[in-house]
């Protein structure tokens, strides 16, 4: 089993920036994939990126040239760097870990950009 715990949400003008983690723990397999997902009210949760195991990124393009996902192995942690923030950015964001066709999902983590 593998638990997924974020934090780092909150408030924060347009412009602005805010960082999430997301620490995972308990039975993981080395290669893994770890990413941020998120879903604002009536709409369906997607992708904001990905990191694989050796680091490898995969970013929507909403978010590209914003957002910068990077990930701490010896810390099972991932992070994603969100900066210039737009209200359309407004969601809750969700860790996902990935592993031996697995996923496992966190529990959210609120963001709100004003305008």
């Known amino acids: 089993q593998v638990q997924l715990v974020e934090s780092g949400g909150g408030l924060v003008q347009a412009g602005g920036s805010l960082r999430l983690s997301c620490v995972a723990s308990?039975?993981?397999?080395?290669?893994?994939?770890m990413g941020w997902y998120r879903q604002a009210p009536g709409k369906q949760r997607e992708l904001v990126a990905e990191?694989?195991?050796?680091?490898?990124?995969n970013y929507a393009d909403s978010v590209k040239g914003r957002f910068t996902i990077s990930r701490d192995n010896a810390k099972n942690t991932v992070y994603v760097q969100m900066n210039s923030l737009k209200p359309e950015d407004t969601a809750v964001y969700y860790c996902?870990?990935?592993?031996?066709?697995?996923?496992?999902w966190g529990q959210g983590t609120q963001v709100t950009v004003s305008s």
């Open positions: 996902r870990l990935t592993s031996l066709n697995r996923s496992y």
């Open positions: 308990g039975s993981i397999f080395r290669n893994n994939v």
């Open positions: 990191i694989t195991s050796s680091s490898r990124t």
